[in-house]
C-alpha cells in the first residue's frame, strides 16, 4: 500500500467519503525517503541493484516510511539515522540501495528539496503582498497625498503611485527570488562526496523524479561550494524584501506621531490596542509586529553570511536546514503581516489634501513653471519659491491665502538679488493660485512613470500583469515538483506489488 494513495470514491456505509490522508510533511524524513525509492526503482532497472532482492527492498522501505507517518511515528533526518530502521525491516540487503551514495549529496538533496518548498511558500506570500499594493494603488490612484524626504514633507503625489513604487520594490524582490531559485533547483544526488563515484548512476532520471529540472554539473561543487553559498544568497533576497517591508512600515508610522494623520489602521481586529495607562492612545500593535519580524529576518538574513564566511568548503556551519528555512519562514510571516496591514489601511484624502495645503509641498512648482512657460532660470525660480515660503512661515499664512501682491514684490527683489533685468512676475493671480494647487500638479505631470491618470493606467496594467506572472511561475515550479513526485511513487508502486504479500 503506497502512503499517498488516493481514496477517490470509496466510501463508508451510510454514503459518507472516506478522508482522504493527510500528507506526510515534506520533511528530512520525507526527502530521504524519496531518495530511497528513487535509487530503489532507477537502480533496479539498471540493474545495480538485484532485480530479485529490490521487491523485498521496497517493502521494507514501504514499512519504514508507511510507519514514519503515523502518529508518534520515527522521522529521523539523518542518513545514518534512517538507514537502520530501513535495515531493521528489509535486512543489511537494504543497504544495497547505498550504491554510489553519500551522506554528503543526499543530505545536500534533502536541504535543497525543503529549501525549494520554503521558497515557493516565499514567493507565494509576495506575489499575494504585491497583489494588495496593487489593488491599493489602484483604488487610490487618484487620492492626492502628501510625500516625504528626509522625514520632511517634499511633494504631493498620488498615493496609487507611491504604492506602485513599493510595488516596483517587491517585483524586483520576486525576481531576485526566482534567479536564486534557479541556482538552488538543481540536483546534487549522485555526486558522492567530492568526486562521484564509479557506479555509473542515472543523475539526471534521480533528479526529475525528484522535481529538479537540472543537475549541479561538477560534483565538488554539489556539496562544498553551493551548498554553502546559496543559504547566502537566500539570506539577500530574504534582507531585500524586509528592508522594503520596513521602509514602508515607518512611513505609515511617522503618521501616528500627528495629533490628526491622513492614514493609520482601523481599529480593532487585532490591528491596535489601547494603552494600558493612557486611554486617548491606541497604539499600532499590527505595525510592531510587521517591522519587528523584518527586524528579525534582516538578523538572520545576514546571520547566514556571518556563519559562512571563513570556513573551508564542505563545513556544515551554513547549511542546516533549521536556519536556512527559519529565515525564509520568517520572511513569509513577515509578508503576511505586511498584507494584513495594508487590508486594514486607512486613508483620509480630505485630510491629506488639507495636509498639503496647510503646508508648501507645491513650492517647487513655482520654480518649474516659471522656467517652463518664462524662460527663467531655475535657480531664480527656486529661489524666488523659497522666499515665498520663508515670507509665508514667518506670517502663518497658508498657500491658499498668500498675497499675490506680495508674490509680486518677491519677486522684483529675487531679479535684483539675482542680477537679472527688472521684470513683472509673469504669472497672473489665477495662474499663481493654480500652480500651488496640489492636485493640479498630479494631474498634469509628464514624466513617464509619473502619476498622470495615462501613466498610471499604464503601469496599473503592468502591475497586474506582474502579479499574473508570478502566480503562473509559482504554479509552474510546484507543478513540475508534483508530477516528478508522482512519476517516482507510480513507478515505486510497480516495484513495490512485485514483493511476496
Same mark, same amino acid.
Not at 2 to 14: D, Q
Not at 314 to 325: H, I, Y
Not at 458 to 479: K, N, Y
Given at each position: 500500500?503506497?502512503?499517498? =494513495?488516493? $481514496?477517490?470514491? %470509496?466510501?463508508?456505509?451510510?454514503?459518507?467519503? @472516506? *478522508?482522504?490522508?493527510? !500528507? &506526510?510533511?515534506?520533511?528530512?524524513?520525507?526527502?530521504?525517503?524519496?531518495?530511497?525509492?528513487?535509487?530503489?526503482?532507477?537502480?533496479?532497472?539498471?540493474?545495480?541493484?538485484?532485480?530479485?532482492?529490490?521487491?523485498?527492498?521496497?517493502?521494507?522501505?514501504?514499512?519504514?516510511?508507511?510507519?514514519?507517518?503515523?502518529?508518534?511515528?520515527?522521522?529521523?533526518?539523518?542518513?545514518?539515522?534512517?538507514?537502520?530502521?530501513?535495515?531493521?525491516?528489509?535486512?543489511?540487503? =537494504?543497504? $544495497?540501495?547505498? %550504491?554510489?551514495?553519500?551522506?554528503?549529496?543526499? @543530505? *545536500?538533496?534533502?536541504? !535543497? &528539496?525543503?529549501?525549494?518548498?520554503?521558497?515557493?511558500?516565499?514567493?507565494?506570500?509576495?506575489?499575494?503582498?504585491?497583489?494588495?499594493?496593487?489593488?491599493?494603488?489602484?483604488?487610490?490612484?487618484?487620492?492626492?497625498?502628501?510625500?516625504?524626504?528626509?522625514?520632511?514633507?517634499?511633494?504631493?503625489?498620488?498615493?496609487?503611485?507611491?504604492?506602485?513604487?513599493?510595488?516596483?520594490?517587491?517585483?524586483?524582490?520576486?525576481?531576485?527570488?526566482?534567479?536564486?531559485?534557479?541556482?538552488?533547483?538543481?540536483?546534487?544526488?549522485?555526486?558522492?562526496?567530492?568526486?562521484?563515484?564509479?557506479?555509473?548512476?542515472?543523475?539526471?532520471?534521480?533528479?526529475?523524479?525528484?522535481?529538479?529540472?537540472?543537475?549541479?554539473?561538477?560534483?565538488?561543487?554539489?556539496?562544498?561550494?553551493?551548498?554553502?553559498?546559496?543559504?547566502?544568497?537566500?539570506?539577500?533576497?530574504?534582507?531585500?524584501?524586509?528592508?522594503?517591508?520596513?521602509?514602508?512600515?515607518?512611513?505609515?508610522?511617522?503618521?501616528?506621531?500627528?495629533?490628526?494623520?491622513?492614514?493609520?489602521?482601523?481599529?480593532?481586529?487585532?490591528?491596535?490596542?489601547?494603552?494600558?495607562?493612557?486611554?486617548?492612545?491606541?497604539?499600532?500593535?499590527?505595525?510592531?509586529?510587521?517591522?519587528?519580524?523584518?527586524?528579525?529576518?534582516?538578523?538572520?538574513?545576514?546571520?547566514?553570511?556571518?556563519?559562512?564566511?571563513?570556513?573551508?568548503?564542505?563545513?556544515?556551519?551554513?547549511?542546516?536546514?533549521?536556519?536556512?528555512?527559519?529565515?525564509?519562514?520568517?520572511?513569509?510571516?513577515?509578508?503576511?503581516?505586511?498584507?494584513?496591514?495594508?487590508?486594514?489601511?486607512?486613508?483620509?484624502?480630505?485630510?491629506?489634501?488639507?495636509?498639503?495645503?496647510?503646508?508648501?509641498?507645491?513650492?517647487?512648482?513655482?520654480?518649474?513653471?516659471?522656467?517652463?512657460?518664462?524662460?527663467?532660470?531655475?535657480?531664480?525660480?527656486?529661489?524666488?519659491?523659497?522666499?515665498?515660503?520663508?515670507?509665508?512661515?514667518?506670517?502663518?499664512?497658508?498657500?491658499?491665502?498668500?498675497?499675490?501682491?506680495?508674490?509680486?514684490?518677491?519677486?522684483?527683489?529675487?531679479?535684483?538679488?539675482?542680477?537679472?533685468?527688472?521684470?513683472?512676475?509673469?504669472?497672473?493671480?489665477?495662474?499663481?493660485?493654480?500652480?500651488?494647487?496640489?492636485?493640479?500638479?498630479?494631474?498634469?505631470?509628464?514624466?513617464?512613470?509619473?502619476?498622470?491618470?495615462?501613466?498610471?493606467?499604464?503601469?496599473?496594467?503592468?502591475?497586474?500583469?506582474?502579479?499574473?506572472?508570478?502566480?503562473?511561475?509559482?504554479?509552474?515550479?510546484?507543478?513540475?515538483?508534483?508530477?516528478?513526485?508522482?512519476?517516482?511513487?507510480?513507478?515505486?508502486?510497480?516495484?513495490?506489488?512485485?514483493?511476496?504479500?
Amino acid at each position: 500500500m503506497l502512503r499517498f =494513495a488516493l $481514496l477517490a470514491g %470509496a466510501m463508508l456505509a451510510g454514503g459518507h467519503a @472516506l *478522508a482522504a490522508p493527510q !500528507a &506526510a510533511p515534506r520533511d528530512e524524513f520525507y526527502w530521504l525517503g524519496e531518495i530511497n525509492k528513487a535509487s530503489a526503482v532507477i537502480n533496479t532497472e539498471q540493474h545495480l541493484l538485484d532485480p530479485a532482492l529490490a521487491p523485498r527492498i521496497a517493502q521494507g522501505l514501504d514499512a519504514v516510511l508507511r510507519a514514519g507517518d503515523q502518529p508518534g511515528g520515527k522521522r529521523p533526518t539523518l542518513v545514518i539515522t534512517f538507514e537502520p530502521l530501513l535495515i531493521q525491516a528489509a535486512g543489511v540487503e =537494504a543497504t $544495497l540501495l547505498h %550504491a554510489g551514495r553519500s551522506s554528503q549529496d543526499m @543530505l *545536500a538533496t534533502v536541504r !535543497a &528539496a525543503i529549501i525549494r518548498d520554503e521558497m515557493l511558500r516565499l514567493a507565494e506570500a509576495l506575489r499575494r503582498t504585491t497583489a494588495t499594493m496593487a489593488r491599493l494603488a489602484r483604488a487610490h490612484e487618484g487620492t492626492v497625498v502628501p510625500n516625504y524626504t528626509n522625514g520632511v514633507a517634499a511633494q504631493a503625489n498620488s498615493y496609487g503611485h507611491y504604492l506602485l513604487g513599493h510595488v516596483a520594490g517587491l517585483t524586483r524582490d520576486a525576481e531576485r527570488l526566482r534567479q536564486a531559485f534557479a541556482r538552488l533547483d538543481r540536483s546534487p544526488m549522485g555526486t558522492t562526496v567530492l568526486n562521484g563515484t564509479s557506479w555509473p548512476l542515472d543523475r539526471s532520471r534521480m533528479a526529475a523524479y525528484l522535481g529538479f529540472p537540472a543537475l549541479i554539473d561538477n560534483a565538488y561543487d554539489a556539496a562544498q561550494i553551493s551548498a554553502t553559498e546559496i543559504p547566502v544568497e537566500i539570506g539577500a533576497v530574504a534582507t531585500a524584501i524586509a528592508l522594503h517591508c520596513g521602509a514602508f512600515v515607518e512611513d505609515v508610522m511617522t503618521q501616528y506621531a500627528q495629533p490628526r494623520p491622513w492614514i493609520l489602521l482601523r481599529e480593532g481586529g487585532g490591528n491596535t490596542y489601547v494603552s494600558s495607562a493612557m486611554p486617548q492612545k491606541r497604539n499600532p500593535g499590527l505595525l510592531n509586529d510587521t517591522r519587528a519580524e523584518a527586524s528579525r529576518v534582516l538578523s538572520l538574513g545576514i546571520g547566514r553570511a556571518i556563519q559562512a564566511h571563513n570556513i573551508p568548503p564542505g563545513m556544515s556551519d551554513a547549511k542546516t536546514v533549521r536556519d536556512n528555512a527559519a529565515v525564509l519562514a520568517g520572511a513569509t510571516r513577515m509578508l503576511e503581516l505586511w498584507d494584513r496591514a495594508l487590508n486594514a489601511l486607512v486613508i483620509s484624502p480630505e485630510r491629506a489634501l488639507e495636509e498639503l495645503n496647510s503646508d508648501w509641498t507645491a513650492s517647487q512648482e513655482l520654480a518649474d513653471v516659471l522656467m517652463r512657460r518664462y524662460a527663467l532660470p531655475f535657480r531664480a525660480g527656486h529661489h524666488f519659491a523659497s522666499e515665498v515660503v520663508d515670507y509665508a512661515r514667518a506670517h502663518d499664512i497658508r498657500p491658499s491665502d498668500f498675497p499675490y501682491a506680495e508674490a509680486q514684490n518677491i519677486y522684483e527683489r529675487t531679479l535684483h538679488e539675482m542680477s537679472l533685468p527688472a521684470a513683472p512676475l509673469p504669472m497672473s493671480e489665477a495662474e499663481f493660485r493654480q500652480t500651488l494647487d496640489p492636485v493640479a500638479i498630479v494631474r498634469n505631470r509628464a514624466t513617464t512613470g509619473g502619476p498622470q491618470p495615462a501613466e498610471m493606467a499604464r503601469m496599473l496594467d503592468a502591475a497586474d500583469r506582474a502579479v499574473a506572472g508570478e502566480a503562473a511561475w509559482i504554479g509552474e515550479q510546484r507543478g513540475r515538483i508534483d508530477a516528478g513526485l508522482a512519476s517516482l511513487d507510480k513507478d515505486f508502486g510497480k516495484l513495490l506489488a512485485q514483493a511476496p504479500h
